[in-house]
């Protein structure tokens, strides 16, 4: 089994900063890309950021400048910093992983969600 555990969400301030980390752990061959998704109530899950194993990063258009995406491949884990908060930042937050498992195919898995909310 793979499993993927966020950690970092939580309450800021508008123009405030927060870091999320994601730390895949379990039956792990390759990891190949990760990212960060959002979601909020009504809406569809969309990219934040994701990195591949050449550390390649991608980003949404709104958020180049002020969110950073990295990864240590040693351990596993993927870091989402994030400046500058915004209100309309508020969101469900979704690490997300492609994983060659020791007994699955190449496959997506995703971790539970933080929240982030960016209020005063």
């Known amino acids: 089994q793979v499993q993927l555990v966020e950690s970092g969400g939580g309450l800021v301030q508008p123009g405030g900063s927060l870091r999320l980390s994601c730390v895949a752990s379990?039956?792990?061959?390759?990891?190949?890309?990760m990212g960060w998704y959002r979601q909020t109530p009504g809406k569809q899950r969309e990219l934040v950021a994701a990195i591949n194993s050449a550390d390649n990063t991608n980003y949404a258009d709104s958020l180049k400048g002020r969110f950073t995406i990295s990864r240590d491949n040693a351990k596993n884990t993927v870091s989402l910093q994030m400046n500058s908060l915004k209100p309309e930042a508020t969101a469900v937050y979704y690490c997300?992983?492609?994983?060659?498992?020791?007994?699955?195919?190449?496959?997506?898995?995703w971790g539970q969600g933080t929240q982030v909310t960016v209020s005063s």
């Open positions: 379990g039956s792990i061959r390759i990891i190949y890309s």
């Open positions: 997300n992983a492609n994983i060659w498992s020791m007994y699955t195919n190449r496959r997506d898995y």
